[in-house]
């Protein structure tokens, strides 16, 4: 028998090691939904880009019975390549071998490539499919370096995770510590405590799906990010997301071509907020209309849908956008409406990406339990993020600007460099009803003694209320807004500020770091 090369070795090597956990097993995979680790890879990355780090890489563990144990590339593909022509890493849990669980040897792998991430300047990508750690190497596994350099990296580079598969107890950290993450329909689960510890705890009966699948933790815990219908919905997700932000926090995100004329004219949006502002319209169109080529991808759509985040462009540039929704909760914030704007606000800021704030608020969200669950405090990341950005932050205010909700979107008083207004805006302490009863009350109860028409007195001083302050003119009379503008004119005015403060640089006072309200 002839004996074989070293190299033809090597290529036999690599291609057991590239099966995974074999035919069967991938045959599995694919019979649940999931595509395997290196089918992922290879959609994520442009072709034959992809370098594959440390291959050959096997535990040395010899309990129960390990030893006699095979774990091609420990379960876990890591690597570097280009994404649309971009350089980025990643790692992909291999499900097909021991169901990717964590031992000493992937955690290892795993750390390397953030480190190397980190160094190079580039994203970070995670395809989490993971059983969590490998309980038969016990303390050996350990996923506390990991979450070490999630917060090394973080606001350096942009790191996104997406959850493909099961992805339990401690390794659900590594995703929340990054900026961004997806999960698939029907395969991600996701949660500390799974259903089976839950019953034996409290006796509550929950089962996986419900209790930490994506449509869960993309409508009720605002964890992930992106709902995606399937593995290659992910990763087109993902490849969207990145196009939108730069390598690294030193670097602008990327200019592409833009078609769309920056000075086309809304002509839609001259018509588009009623002057009563009494009717809900829908927030996304404006944003639609003002967008290169009318395209918005956004963040969080499916939770607290009274606020908007997302990302469009606007002649080429990424740009950020935090925007009320009057069709939900009329626009109101509450306390997962803060979270995620003051998360996004900060996303933003992290990565060199302008801001532009849309205003619609009747106010905060009333009630004890918004008090009681901390309005207050959660109230106040918005302020605090918006203040600490030193991005361009251009406000634009189309309706409704009431009371406290007003600094919560970014007010004069917070340093945006533009603030401008439509002539529908309406910038008040507080709504015209609730300022009547307070300025009024006086004549109100003089009415009321004199056997007086109260509601028609209460109605009349409302309407007066409402001709003095329901306009924009008076915030500008005070400097609040640099103009007033036609609905038509925003897409141009937007773009002309963008140029204007593409370089813009601010020196923040010295210090360790703020102390946000978390």
Same mark, same amino acid.
């Given at each position: 028998m002839e004996k074989k090369t070293k190299l033809q070795e090597m290529l036999e090597k690599k291609k057991t090691i590239t099966l995974g956990g074999g035919e069967q097993k991938i045959e599995k995979q694919h019979a649940s939904g999931k595509?395997?680790?290196?089918?992922?890879?290879?959609?994520?990355?442009?072709?034959?880009?992809?370098?594959?780090?440390?291959?050959?890489?096997?535990?040395?563990?010899?309990?129960?019975?390990?030893?006699?144990?095979?774990?091609?590339?420990?379960?876990?593909?890591?690597?570097?390549?280009?994404?649309?022509?971009?350089?980025?890493?990643?790692?992909?849990?291999?499900?097909?071998?021991?169901?990717?669980?964590?031992?000493?040897?992937?955690?290892?792998?795993?750390? @390397? #490539? !953030? =480190?190397?991430?980190?160094?190079?300047?580039?994203?970070?990508?995670?395809? &989490?499919?993971?059983?969590? /750690? @490998? #309980? !038969? =190497?016990?303390?050996?596994?350990?996923?506390?370096?990991?979450?070490?350099? &999630?917060?090394?990296?973080? /606001?350096? #580079?942009?790191?996104?995770?997406?959850?493909?598969?099961?992805?339990?107890?401690?390794?659900?950290y590594s995703p929340a510590l990054t900026d961004f993450v997806l999960s698939v329909d029907k395969t991600s689960r996701s949660f500390i405590t799974g259903p089976q510890v839950i019953k034996n705890v409290t006796g509550e009966m929950v089962d996986a799906e419900q209790l930490g699948g994506a449509r869960t933790h993309n409508t009720v815990s605002g964890v992930s990010h992106f709902f995606c219908e399937n593995d290659r919905d992910c990763i087109e997700k993902i490849k969207t997301l990145l196009s939108y932000l730069p390598a690294n926090c030193r670097e602008m995100p990327p200019v592409f071509a833009c078609t769309d004329d920056p000075k086309r004219r809304c002509d839609l949006l001259?018509?588009?907020?009623?002057?009563?502002?009494?009717?809900?319209?829908?927030?996304?169109?404006?944003?639609?209309?003002?967008?290169?080529?009318?395209?918005?991808?956004?963040?969080?759509?499916?939770?607290?849908?009274?606020?908007?985040?997302?990302?469009?462009?606007?002649?080429?540039?990424?740009?950020?956008?935090?925007?009320?929704?009057?069709?939900?909760?009329?626009?109101?914030?509450?306390?997962?409406?803060?979270?995620?704007?003051?998360?996004?606000?900060?996303?933003?800021?992290?990565?060199?990406?302008?801001?532009?704030?849309?205003?619609?608020?009747?106010?905060?969200?009333?009630?004890?339990?918004?008090?009681?669950?901390?309005?207050?405090?959660?109230?106040?990341?918005?302020?605090?993020?918006?203040?600490e950005a030193t991005v361009p932050k251009i406000v634009m205010a189309v309706g409704k600007v009431v009371g406290g909700a007003r600094p919560a979107m970014c007010s004069w008083e917070l340093h945006p460099d533009f603030i401008f207004a439509w002539p529908t805006a309406q910038i008040m302490v507080v709504g015209a009803e609730g300022a009547v009863d307070i300025c009024r009350k006086r004549e109100l109860t003089r009415a009321k003694e004199t056997g007086a028409d109260v509601a028609a007195l209460r109605t009349q001083y409302i309407q007066e209320y409402q001709e003095e302050f329901g306009n924009p003119y008076k915030a500008a009379e005070c400097g609040k807004f640099e103009d007033v503008i036609e609905p038509a004119d925003t897409r141009r005015v937007i773009i002309r500020t963008l140029e204007l403060f593409r370089n813009k640089q601010v020196s923040l006072p010295l210090k360790k770091h703020g102390n946000i309200p978390v």
């Open positions: 595509l395997t680790a290196r089918e992922r890879l290879a959609l994520l990355f442009d072709e034959e880009t992809f370098q594959e780090y440390n291959i050959f890489m096997k535990h040395r563990c010899h309990n129960f019975g390990m030893e006699h144990i095979d774990t091609p590339a420990e379960g876990v593909v890591t690597g570097y390549g280009l994404i649309q022509g971009r350089g980025a890493f990643a790692f992909a849990h291999d499900f097909t071998v021991l169901g990717g669980a964590m031992g000493e040897m992937q955690g290892m792998k795993v750390k @390397r #490539i !953030q =480190e190397l991430a980190l160094d190079a300047g580039v994203p970070l990508i995670g395809l &989490n499919d993971s059983g969590g /750690g @490998r #309980i !038969q =190497e016990g303390p050996a596994t350990s996923y506390g370096a990991i979450f070490y350099n &999630n917060v090394m990296a973080s /606001g350096v #580079i942009p790191q996104i995770s997406a959850i493909m598969g099961p992805c339990a107890g401690g390794t659900v001259n018509s588009f907020v009623p002057d009563s502002l009494k009717k809900p319209y829908d927030m996304k169109t404006i944003i639609r209309e003002i967008a290169d080529d009318h395209i918005f991808f956004e963040t969080q759509e499916l939770y607290a849908p009274n606020i908007i985040t997302g990302f469009i462009r606007m002649n080429g540039s990424s740009v950020g956008i935090v925007a009320n929704q009057p069709k939900a909760m009329a626009g109101c914030i509450d306390i997962n409406a803060s979270d995620k704007a003051a998360r996004f606000i900060r996303t933003c800021d992290c990565f060199n990406v302008p801001l532009l704030s849309i205003a619609d608020v009747p106010g905060y969200m009333p009630g004890t339990n918004q008090e009681y669950g901390g309005i207050i405090r959660h109230g106040a990341k918005m302020i605090y993020a918006w203040a």
